[in-house]
């Protein structure tokens, strides 16, 4: 109810319906601590950092969400999401409402129908269940460089989205992301010249399913971007200090699968992602997830992780990394936890040397810098849910 009524302060006096049948729900989650890496990339070569670090264990965040009873088993419902940062107070990825921002309609016993920026089915189905990211308080230092197999940040614009119902353990969705361009619609590369620039677009679409069952869940997705540089904001095509160059198509599919036994889980997870430039020069990147975590007592839960991921076709690379960590939660909504993550990277394209980089983005620490090819990070930090 507290929060009812200072969502409904924030939006500015906005009159709320009192009707049980309605709600306005504010919620939230902060995470800041102290992390350190022994190579990231300085203009003569490399150094070590300690630095102020969000963000890493969950994204900061704050929202609303609502909906309203029309009865029948029929809802009215919407989120908006705003990411943000902890260190300075900016807005993250690209607005007030960066994370999310969708309206539409749920029946009860058949799924929801969703207009806006929403997840892909990636995000929704092997992100959030079977990654090491999502599984331990490593988080955003576990996922995949970049997160190019949109396994925690695929936010997709301009989408339609259907989720359907739970079916005695089974879920499904699918997603479409309209590229809004004229005589685009499959989206289109960035054109014109200096003096008349042509602003492109991209277009994408995703479909997923799950399936949950007592211990054991099971879970699959695909994802297509043309032209994923046109995103706003726009969606990575590098993989450290490898870039695969101007490219027209990005499609990912992954299986992922965990298993509860007492009071271990253990999850695996494999992603396949395919980079095909205008020029029609195509990349694989591939990755393996394995990992497993212990809850000790109701409050200290330890998790380790590693992941394997290879480069082939046009370019070439190996990253090997672990991970662990430990939670401890001081209540509910408050958490405290220490982890360490250890990544080497070999290969060469070019005359060039693949580096290592820890982390879903390259604002954690960016690439490892020449002369390096691994990274060895260390992180405690606080994270509390409102």
Same mark, same amino acid.
């Given at each position: 109810?507290?929060?009812?009524?200072?969502?409904?302060?924030?939006?500015?006096?906005?009159?709320?319906?009192?009707?049980?049948?309605?709600?306005?729900?504010?919620? /939230?989650?902060?995470?800041?601590?102290?992390?350190?890496?022994n +190579?990231?990339?300085?203009?003569?070569? +490399?150094?070590?950092v300690?630095?102020?670090?969000?963000?890493?264990?969950?994204?900061?965040?704050?929202?609303?969400?609502?909906t309203?009873?029309?009865?029948?088993?029929?809802?009215?419902?919407?989120?908006?999401?705003?990411?943000?940062?902890?260190?300075?107070?900016?807005?993250?990825? /690209?607005?007030?409402?960066?994370?999310?921002?969708?309206?539409?309609?749920?029946?009860?016993?058949?799924?929801?129908?969703?207009?806006?920026?929403?997840?892909?089915?990636?995000?929704?189905?092997?992100?959030?269940?079977?990654?090491?990211?999502?599984?331990?308080?490593?988080?955003?230092y576990?996922?995949?460089?970049?997160?190019?197999?949109?396994?925690?940040?695929?936010?997709?614009?301009?989408?339609?989205?259907?989720?359907?119902?739970?079916f005695?353990?089974?879920?499904?969705?699918?997603?479409?992301?309209?590229?809004?361009q004229?005589?685009?619609?499959?989206?289109?590369?960035?054109?014109?010249?200096?003096?008349?620039?042509?602003?492109?677009?991209?277009?994408t679409?995703?479909?997923?399913?799950?399936?949950?069952?007592?211990?054991?869940?099971?879970?699959?997705?695909?994802?297509?971007?043309?032209?994923?540089?046109?995103?706003?904001?726009?969606?990575?095509?590098?993989?450290?200090?490898?870039?695969?160059?101007?490219?027209?198509?990005?499609?990912?599919?992954?299986?992922?699968?965990?298993?509860?036994?007492?009071?271990?889980?253990?999850?695996?997870?494999?992603?396949?992602?395919?980079?095909?430039?205008?020029t029609?020069?195509?990349?694989?990147?591939?990755?393996?997830?394995?990992?497993?975590?212990?809850?000790?007592?109701?409050?200290?839960t330890? /998790?380790?992780?590693?992941?394997?991921?290879h480069?082939?076709?046009? +370019?070439?690379? +190996?990253?090997?990394?672990?991970?662990l960590?430990?939670?401890?939660?001081?209540?509910?909504?408050?958490?405290?936890?220490?982890?360490?993550?250890?990544?080497?990277?070999?290969?060469?394209?070019?005359?060039?040397?693949?580096?290592a980089?820890?982390?879903?983005?390259?604002?954690?620490?960016?690439?490892?810098?020449?002369?390096?090819?691994?990274?060895?990070?260390?992180?405690?930090?606080?994270?509390?849910?409102?």
């Amino acid at each position: 109810m507290k929060k009812t009524v200072l969502a409904a302060a924030i939006l500015g006096g906005l009159a709320l319906d009192a009707h049980a049948q309605s709600s306005v729900t504010l919620y /939230g989650l902060i995470d800041a601590g102290i992390s350190y890496v022994n +190579h990231a990339r300085t203009d003569t070569g +490399h150094g070590s950092v300690v630095k102020y670090g969000e963000g890493v264990a969950s994204g900061n965040r704050w929202g609303l969400r609502g909906t309203e009873d029309l009865g029948g088993g029929l809802k009215a419902l919407f989120v908006v999401e705003s990411g943000f940062n902890t260190g300075n107070g900016a807005m993250l990825l /690209g607005g007030i409402f960066g994370r999310q921002a969708f309206v539409g309609l749920s029946q009860r016993g058949v799924g929801s129908l969703t207009f806006g920026r929403q997840y892909s089915l990636s995000t929704d189905v092997l992100g959030a269940n079977y990654s090491n990211g999502s599984q331990t308080v490593a988080g955003n230092y576990a996922y995949r460089i970049n997160d190019v197999d949109q396994l925690t940040a695929s936010r997709v614009n301009n989408a339609i989205k259907f989720s359907s119902a739970n079916f005695s353990g089974f879920t499904f969705g699918a997603l479409y992301g309209f590229s809004n361009q004229a005589g685009a619609f499959a989206g289109a590369p960035a054109g014109g010249n200096s003096a008349a620039p042509q602003a492109g677009s991209s277009r994408t679409y995703s479909f997923g399913a799950n399936y949950a069952n007592g211990p054991l869940s099971l879970g699959t997705a695909y994802t297509d971007i043309r032209y994923p540089s046109q995103a706003v904001p726009a969606f990575s095509t590098t993989i450290a200090n490898v870039s695969m160059g101007n490219v027209r198509d990005l499609r990912t599919f992954g299986a992922g699968a965990r298993y509860a036994l007492g009071a271990a889980t253990f999850w695996a997870l494999y992603t396949n992602t395919r980079f095909e430039t205008v020029t029609d020069v195509a990349t694989t990147f591939t990755a393996y997830d394995a990992g497993a975590k212990y809850a000790f007592t109701s409050a200290l839960t330890v /998790g380790a992780g590693y992941t394997y991921m290879h480069l082939g076709d046009a +370019h070439s690379g +190996h990253w090997n990394q672990g991970s662990l960590s430990v939670d401890y939660s001081l209540s509910r909504r408050t958490d405290v936890y220490a982890l360490g993550v250890y990544q080497v990277a070999s290969g060469r394209n070019g005359t060039q040397d693949v580096q290592a980089q820890i982390g879903s983005t390259p604002v954690f620490f960016g690439p490892s810098g020449v002369g390096a090819n691994d990274q060895l990070a260390f992180r405690v930090g606080i994270r509390h849910r409102f």
